[in-house]
């Protein structure tokens, strides 16, 4: 949701920036000792750095740019509200009640929404009428050392998880590891680790390894195949990801103007028991006050959402989607209300204190 | 490998873990926003969507 992303910004610990690692410091007998391992490490590193290697950015956020713009995580029906109030801007502080009603898929739902966020800690809490918690949690060491903890608390038996990760981002590569239900007594769990490394300035190569222990005499290994390639200018991204039984999912972003974002998707399923494909084309249109997006699958599935905003603090959204192979079609109608309790003197007199120093 | 009544012990903590996030985490941040807030809103500005 555009309300919860625009909050995230001040943050900023998902960016990616360069670390510079300095000298170490030892007894003499033992700089002597180690002298050659590190005179070996210290060239490396300095060959690496004068290779100028961007950072390739996380596994995480590698479609990011063609989810942004296809309209499939944008996608509602029915009507919905969301209402949020801005309590406070340094720390950020909102608040966020959001009603859906009349969908086909899921039920009428209230869902209260806490966040709270300053430099480096980031803390986020949702409750549905039901009772079912969710919260984030996300601490920044550094710049490019982030921990994270997702969890799930429900009535419901089985529904309950947590998640582990931490986040880390080098001069030129990004590693992140996480653990997903993990027990501290049978070691049971998921684990997923990945790695992405930047090969040349615009290619970049990783590797994505999901270790599943379900229970204690079952396990299972399976890794995944990154591609990353960045246009000269930034402005076309391209991504493949190659999993286990036969699976391949391509991307391809670019950025046409100012205003108008194309993607392209393919997902290919070539397993000995299931042949299947799927291409995704998608448009999003930034305009002034408003955000339109529009996508094509090869489902049959035509749908466009328009995301109008009357005034900075309202917004208005229609979305509509036709499937032609089922006959079928959803439509969508919904609000966002943002309001503040400071006035705008207030507001004015943060401002200058909102960004990460 | 812990014993038994060990592994009871920390089976008993995760679940009272569990509980006490499930019930406190909004709680928290509330409570955490509230506090640590730049001009202190008031609660009942906090709790209602309408005031």
Same mark, same amino acid.
């Given at each position: ?12 610990? $998902? ?8 000298? &170490? ?5 033992? @700089? ?16 690496? @750095?004068?290779? $100028?290697? /961007? ?21 509602? $029906? ?19 009640? &959001? ?48 921990? #994270? ?41 998921? +684990? ?26 079952? &396990?299972?290994?399976? @890794?995944? +195949? ?53 291409? @995704? ?19 049959? #599935? ?41 006035? /705008? ?13 | ?10 089976? #008993? ?9 499930? +019930? ?28």
């Amino acid at each position: 949701m555009a309300s919860s992303s625009s909050l995230s910004t001040p943050v900023s610990i $998902d960016s990616p920036s360069i670390a510079k690692s300095s000298g &170490s410091y030892m007894p003499a007998f033992l @700089t002597t000792a180690v002298s050659p391992f590190t005179s070996v490490y210290n060239r490396i590193s300095q060959w690496r @750095t004068e290779l $100028d290697l /961007p950072n390739p950015g996380t596994v995480e956020n590698l479609q990011k740019e063609v989810k942004n713009t296809h309209l499939t995580n944008f996608m509602f $029906d029915g009507a919905r509200a969301d209402l949020t109030k801005g309590l406070s801007i340094n720390p950020a502080f909102q608040v966020t009640h &959001s009603f859906q009603l009349a969908s086909q898929t899921s039920s009428p739902s209230y869902n209260f929404g806490a966040v709270f966020a300053n430099e480096n800690l980031f803390m986020q809490g949702g409750v549905d009428h039901d009772g079912n918690v969710n919260a984030r949690f996300n601490q920044g060491w550094s710049q490019t050392n982030v921990s #994270k903890i997702q969890a799930q608390f429900s009535q419901t038996v089985g529904h309950n998880m947590i998640q582990l990760e931490q986040d880390y981002q080098g001069q030129d590569y990004s590693a992140n590891l996480k653990a997903v239900n993990p027990s501290p007594l049978d070691l049971t769990g998921i +684990y997923i680790g990945n790695y992405l490394q930047s090969v040349t300035k615009n290619l970049s190569l990783g590797v994505e390894t999901l270790y599943q222990r379900p229970t204690l005499d079952v &396990s299972e290994l399976s @890794t995944s +195949y990154l591609l990353k390639y960045v246009g000269r200018e930034k402005d076309w991204i391209a991504t493949a990801q190659i999993q286990p039984l036969g699976i391949l999912q391509t991307t391809y972003w670019q950025k046409l103007s100012e205003k108008l974002e194309v993607a392209a998707e393919l997902q290919v399923v070539a397993a000995p028991t299931r042949r299947d494909a799927v291409a @995704t084309l998608g448009a999003r249109y930034d305009l002034r006050m408003a955000t339109f997006r529009a996508q094509l699958d090869s489902t049959g #599935k035509v749908s466009a959402l328009l995301e109008q905003r009357f005034a900075p603090a309202f917004a208005f959204l229609v979305s509509g989607e036709i499937d032609h192979f089922k006959n079928s079609a959803k439509v969508g109608v919904g609000v966002m209300i943002e309001s503040s309790t400071l006035t /705008p003197e207030e507001m004015g007199m943060q401002q200058p204190y909102a960004g990460p120093a | 490998m812990p014993s038994e009544e060990t592994k009871e012990r920390i089976i #008993k903590a995760i679940d009272l873990g569990r509980t006490v996030l499930h +019930y406190g985490w909004i709680p928290f941040i509330i409570y955490v926003g509230y506090t640590r807030s730049n001009p202190q809103p008031s609660l009942i500005k906090l709790i209602s969507p309408l005031a």
